[in-house]
């Protein structure tokens, strides 16, 4: 099936076998990242610009590392340092990196909506690495790709995630991902930050901790996001992490082959006990990896780059 989107924005928008094509591109750019030399020549010639105007650690060095092992040449914008700080809108720092001959944009953003807007100003593609409480796609699909890597198909398989869901962008593009790959999602947290309105995704929604749990084959735990919450939504963080935080007891209540998930950064003794995190239930640096072969899917397909033939030789 041809890849006919330009950009990504949501996988709101994208279709079952939308998200299985850019499944499918990623386990082969998987391959590539076990070769000695991690580099094939699918988009040479292009030049990728990565907007980041929110903090990120794993999102754009892996976006960074997508590019280059793509062999396109690849500029992280500083935010710190740039005209923005003088006042220069999104439109106009945009239109200006795509002046300057960019062919594709990732851009992080606090305000959601904004990679949308973007995609209608712009020529060039625009990749949405996080937008507000919105979306963030390439997460989506990581935690997906990595779920499949360890279940096979999610159909009927019971997904539970865990926390901040109300401010959370993965939750959300998380949602879209499993309810079309048919996957039974729970949500669960304190009714203050997990609001009945969200079955209207397609999840379950719940308060009872240990029903949700109960031979749960996926967790994913969600910090609390703090810089897009205006009020407090429970007491105290001890509160939070005594009622819903991740621990031995309350993983014993799991499927017991089940996998711990968690999209980072990670608040250690707050959402997740550390020996948890660590531990060997949990697939939370996977997911990081698999974030790279993800990433190169997407901007390989977005961008229209060289057919496989050309780069998925064992020499290429
Ligand atoms: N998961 C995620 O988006 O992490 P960063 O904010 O560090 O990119």
Known sequence: MPWTRKHLLTLEELSLAEIQQIHRTAAAFKKVLGRTVKKVPALRGKTIVNLFLEPSTRTRLSFDMAAKFLSAEVISFDAASSSTTKGETLRDTAQNIQALKADMIVLRHACS????????????????????????????????????????????????????????????????????????????????????????????????????????????????QHERQGS??????????????????????????????????????????????????????????????????????????APESVWSGDNA
């Open 113 to 224: 909506g904004s990679p949308l807007y973007l995609s209608r100003v712009l020529d060039i593609p625009v990749i949405n690495a996080g937008d507000g409480a919105h979306e963030h796609p390439t997460q989506g699909l990581l935690d997906t790709f990595t779920m499949v890597e360890h279940l096979g198909s999610l159909k009927g398989r019971k997904v539970v995630i865990l926390g901040d869901i109300l401010f959370s962008r993965v939750a959300r593009s998380n949602v879209h991902a499993l309810v079309k790959m048919g996957a039974a999602v729970t949500l669960v947290g304190p009714s203050t930050l997990v609001p009945e309105w969200l079955t209207d995704l397609g999840a379950k929604v719940s308060h009872d901790l240990r029903g949700a749990l109960a031979d749960a084959e996926v967790v994913m735990l969600l910090r609390i």
């Open 232 to 305: 407090s939504h429970f007491p105290s963080l001890g509160e939070y992490t005594s009622m819903f935080g991740l621990n031995k007891t309350r993983a014993s209540w799991l499927n017991p082959k089940a996998i711990i998930m968690h999209p980072g950064p990670i608040n250690r003794g707050v959402e997740i006990d550390s020996d948890l995190a660590d531990g060997e239930h949990s697939v939370i640096l996977e997911q990081v990896t698999n974030g790279i072969a993800v990433r190169m899917a997407v901007l390989y397909l977005c961008a229209g780059g």
